[in-house]
């Protein structure tokens, strides 16, 4: 069946500081990768996506690349900001139906 | 251009009863996918409704039911309320039922006591 293993949080991290959160998945077929930001109070918003394998989703200084090889897609930022405080989701698509993480919250501190 | 909108926004019902919830989809948008996201977790997919017909339902039993309308908006119903039922209820609307991007409303929190 399909599943997203997501990396345990919280994360508390420096402004500026490399983030790196970790996002696995298991899947029939060759899914599309997600990642999403859920904001305080808000609704999830999509922050990039990769629809096949080697392709590198990147979005306001975010980066993942959907890696077959170790069906992973990892989510990835050079410096982190206070605004990039927030829940992120990885997130697989297998047919009509999204399969979601359970959610990375995410603190930065100036 | 209207996003996805969703009312009510929070609501308090007790175990028993039954809900309806709404669902707005943005313009242009014919799919309308429902989740269930408790707290501290990740959404859960309940189902996606596709031109008016149901097209596709997770692991959800059948007190979970729901409707499409003529111009995409779309409802949940929950009958005889649990108590675990209490949960942020995400709508999501995409362009078609295929397409890779999906925008989601804002919730709709239940609290069933």
């Known amino acids: 069946g399909n599943s997203v293993t997501q990396m345990e949080g919280p994360v508390t991290l420096s402004e500026e500081a490399f983030l790196t959160i970790n996002c696995t998945y298991t899947?029939?077929?060759?899914?599309?990768l997600f990642w999403y930001v859920q904001y305080p109070g808000e609704g999830l918003q999509l922050l990039l996506k990769a629809t096949k394998a080697d392709d590198k989703g990147s979005n306001k200084g975010f980066e993942a690349t959907y890696r077959k090889e170790t069906t992973s897609f990892h989510l990835e930022k050079g410096s982190v900001q206070v605004s990039d405080s927030a829940v992120y989701f990885c997130?697989?698509?297998?047919?009509?139906?999204?399969?979601f993480g359970t959610g990375t919250s995410l603190t930065v501190i100036p | 251009e209207t996003g996805v909108t969703q009312s009510p926004t929070h609501l308090i019902k007790t175990r028993g009863q039954q809900v309806t919830l709404r669902c707005s989809s943005q313009?242009?948008?014919?799919?309308v996918s429902w989740y269930q996201q408790a707290l501290g977790q990740g959404p859960q997919f309940i189902f996606q409704y596709y031109r008016e017909e149901e097209n596709g339902r997770g692991n959800f039993p059948p007190r979970f039911s729901g409707l499409q309308f003529p111009n995409y908006s779309s409802e949940l119903n929950v009958n005889a309320l649990e108590l675990d039922d209490s949960a942020l209820y995400l709508c999501?609307?995409?362009?078609?039922?295929?397409?890779?991007?999906?925008?989601f409303g804002p919730g709709t929190r239940l609290t069933v006591l």
């Open positions: 999501a609307s995409s362009f078609e039922a295929e397409y890779n991007e999906q925008f």
């Open positions: 899947a029939t077929g060759y899914p599309s």
């Open positions: 313009s242009g948008h014919n799919t």
């Open positions: 997130a697989l698509k297998g047919g009509n139906q999204f399969y």
